[in-house]
């Protein structure tokens, strides 16, 4: 057993807190104990509870410690070979009775860079289907469409956090950050200490926004509408930045033209945010040098969220907020590895480095690193909720990796219903979740702390997590499960087990790419605290300029750091994640302010003549053909489900605190479940008066698509018209029983954040129970 301190992150979320791991004893096996680590600038030492208690997951007594096959209906017991064989030949009856697209790969936005990059390949070269997404494409789907139509590039946040708290307003949309990533909420709490001012739009009075200078709460499914009668009283009152729109951008006449149709007085009607509220967010956004757009998954997770988020950015470039030092728009990305994970392949219509599939270059790029012919490469295939909606009946057989749709997916009763209807169900994952109960076999794969990767933050950081402790007897990597199958298919090279050799490939295949990691290696990761993407593998004359101009723009950062929207040689630019008490409370223990002058960069420098990285975006030129970012005209229309008379009520979802995703891992730890034990509806006195909702007891809520159950939760800090129930739980109380699968049209995003519902009292016997969890002792 290794003795000495790990330096590594957390996996929880795509802040990717740092942290220190330390073995310790614990019977026959051995546990890991997180320490501070203040050196990694992100979060400077502070953690959540749930990156506190992570380590709970390596216990035997809540994973999976074994395979798994089905015998006569009945998970049981088996060894590595048999399950690999059963898998194998479950794929490959499949592929030779209804052909190579009748199999199914699903995977993951927790995954390493070198998982998602191997599970794409692996569905590509092994198994030669189309048909491969991952649940990523239900987080950050909508704001990757959106950045790319209008710059060119998807970087979830397009300059690192530490800008934050020296811009001059920050509008936050539909993200409750104090509860969903604890730890960066210094960086709101410093911006208002230098006088910068906090904008929130939530249709709930959340924790975060408690924290804002001024609160909008529009109604579910508004936030389009919004942003376009923002942007009519900045044109109306005559605060655009003509000199920028005329330099930087195209497509101003036909965006001003829709936002124009969006006058004040309308948009208050579709929104319920007044006029005085409109104007004075406004007024706030403008009269400051610098401000900032971040979007999550509020307006991002409906069937126009591509447009939407277009809005928002439209309002950056209508006012000069983009592509500027401490202005812009970004996507607080979710998942822990949501960027990477959504950069190297396991999207329906991608190739590494963020290549298109039906680009022909890109496959003749990628299929010499790979070997193969690039006619063999399949075409783009189904979105994740349609690859998922076909199972049964196009996709006969599926592999799933680091997901749980039982539980995530939109219309989870039907979800669930396909899942079961499969020929042939493998899982790997670290607990047997409720997808994986389902399975024919279950594999046991390795987490965190037992094994090394890379991961890209929201910021796009690419990082080093290593491993700091060896994993039980009978566990194996992902990375080892895709070689055995691959040979087991008859593709004997080309899957390596070894993550450093995955990453040296990975290097090759992304050169020239939009995501370029060619220039990145896992020394320079060690040693640099992270390494921003773009980073080819050598820089040229314009990236030292953009670096000195940054230098002098006073940006702070390790000297050297490139800020600009391409990377050198002129190309186009710009281990599985999981999840205290109370997260919010347990951020104040950090070392130091955010922010300050560790750099974005943290604490190494680029070795000698290597591309330094990219830690901010844009700020000569945009990643489209002609350097210029591009407005998207849009307008106002309705959620694909608006309340009626039998569905009066509108319906949003969301997190908590102490709960994670699909909570198959954070449910298993009683620290967590102590403070967040089961569901909940969230609904105003207004409201449960008129239903007679008493608070605790039980209340259903009855959705064209199914019903779900949970205690009534009686607050005036949700709007009248509104309903929540937080996603994290299973059974009576699964609140994706009722989410809608409507579909943006572009980046093919459900739409989770709104539908339309009713509420009827229940008997006491009908109230929802957690499922009960795995106990960590």
């Given amino acids: 057993m290794q003795t000495s301190v790990t330096p590594t992150h957390c996996p929880y979320c795509a802040l990717q807190c740092g942290m220190n791991l330390t073995p310790v004893p614990d019977g026959g096996g051995s546990v890991v104990e997180v320490t501070e680590r203040a050196d990694f600038p992100v979060n400077r030492g502070a953690l959540c509870g749930k990156g506190r208690t992570a380590p709970a997951l390596l216990s035997p007594a809540v994973r999976l410690t074994s395979p798994l096959v089905r015998r006569a209906g009945v998970l049981e017991p088996a060894g590595w070979d048999e399950a690999l064989d059963r898998i194998a030949e479950g794929l490959s009856r499949t592929r030779t009775e209804h052909g190579p697209d009748a199999c199914g790969v699903f995977g993951g936005g927790g995954l390493t860079n070198e998982k998602a990059y191997t599970l794409g390949k692996f569905a590509r070269v092994a198994l030669g289907t189309s048909q491969i997404d991952y649940n990523g494409r239900f987080c950050m789907s909508s704001a990757a469409a959106g950045g790319i139509k209008a710059f060119g590039l998807d970087r979830g946040l397009p300059f690192p956090l530490e800008d934050i708290p020296r811009t001059g307003c920050v509008i936050l949309v539909g993200s409750n950050l104090v509860e969903t990533m604890p730890p960066a909420l210094r960086y709101l709490t410093e911006l208002r200490e230098n006088g910068g001012k906090l904008i929130v739009v939530d249709p709930r009075r959340t924790r975060t926004a408690e924290q804002a200078d001024l609160h909008l ?216 979740s409720e997808t994986a109960e389902l399975a024919d076999v279950v594999l046991p794969v390795t987490q965190w702390a037992e094994e090394t990767g890379t991961t890209t933050n929201l910021e796009g950081r690419v990082l080093l997590r290593r491993q700091a402790i060896t994993p039980p007897d009978g566990i194996r990597s992902d990375l080892h499960v895709m070689h055995e199958l691959a040979a087991r298919l008859g593709v004997e090279k080309g899957f390596p087990t070894d993550p450093e050799e995955v990453f040296e490939e990975l290097r090759r295949a992304s050169a020239g790419g939009p995501a370029d990691y060619s220039g990145i290696t896992y020394r320079r990761l060690a040693e640099e605290n992270g390494v921003f993407w773009p980073c080819p593998l050598e820089p040229d004359g314009s990236a030292a300029q953009e670096a000195e101009r940054a230098g002098e723009a006073g940006e702070g950062g390790t000297p050297g750091a490139v800020a600009t929207g391409r990377p050198a040689g002129g190309a186009a630019s710009g281990g599985r994640s999981a999840t205290g008490t109370d997260g919010v409370a347990d951020v104040v223990a950090g070392a130091g302010p955010a922010g300050t002058d560790t750099g974005p960069t943290g604490s190494g420098a680029a070795p000698a003549g290597a591309h330094p990285g990219t830690p901010r975006l844009f700020l000569d030129r945009f990643a489209t053909p002609d350097g210029r970012a591009r407005f998207v005209a849009v307008s106002h229309r309705p959620l694909a489900e608006e309340p009626d008379d039998e569905y009066p009520v509108l319906l949003t979802t969301g997190r908590v605190v102490s709960q994670y995703q699909s909570g198959a891992q954070t449910r298993r730890v009683d620290e967590l479940n102590a403070a967040a034990p089961g569901p909940f509806v969230e609904l105003h006195p207004r409201l449960a008066e008129r239903l007679g909702a008493v608070e605790g007891e039980p209340l259903a809520v009855v959705s064209r698509r199914g019903r779900a159950v949970a205690p009534a939760r009686i607050t005036t800090s949700i709007r009248p018209d509104t309903v929540f129930m937080p996603f994290h739980w299973p059974g009576a109380g699964r609140a994706n029983t009722l989410t809608n699968p409507a579909l943006d049209p572009t980046s093919r995003m459900p739409e989770f954040k709104a539908c339309a519902v009713r509420l009827e009292r229940v008997e006491q016997d009908e109230r929802a129970e957690p499922a009960a969890p795995e106990r960590t002792g």
């Fill in 217 to 432: 709460a529009p109604r579910p499914g508004t936030d389009l509408a919004l942003a376009l009668g923002l942007l009519h009283l900045v044109v109306a009152e005559g605060r655009t930045d003509e000199a920028y729109i005329q330099e930087r951008t195209s497509g101003w006449e036909e965006a001003r033209a829709a936002a124009m149709a969006h006058w004040p007085e309308y948009v208050e009607r579709i929104t319920g945010v007044s006029v005085p509220q409109l104007r004075e967010t406004v007024r706030l956004f403008c009269e400051p040098e610098s401000a900032m757009v971040l979007t999550a998954r509020g307006p991002e997770q409906q069937s126009k969220g591509t447009d939407t988020v277009g809005a928002w950015i439209n309002l950056c470039l209508a006012t000069g907020r983009a592509g500027r030092p401490f202005s812009g728009y970004g996507c607080l990305t979710g998942q822990g590895n949501g960027q990477g994970g959504r950069e190297h392949g396991q999207k329906a219509d991608q190739l590494p480095g963020y290549r298109k599939l039906d680009d022909p270059a890109a496959r003749r790029h990628v299929a010499e690193v790979w070997g193969v012919d690039p006619d063999s490469l399949p075409r783009p295939g189904r979105s994740a909720y349609e690859l998922l909606d076909a199972m049964g009946t196009d996709i006969r057989a599926l592999l799933l990796m680091a997901s749980n749709p039982v539980v995530s997916a939109p219309r989870a009763a039907h979800i669930e219903e396909r899942l079961r209807s499969l020929d042939f169900l493998a899982v790997a994952d670290v607990v047997l």
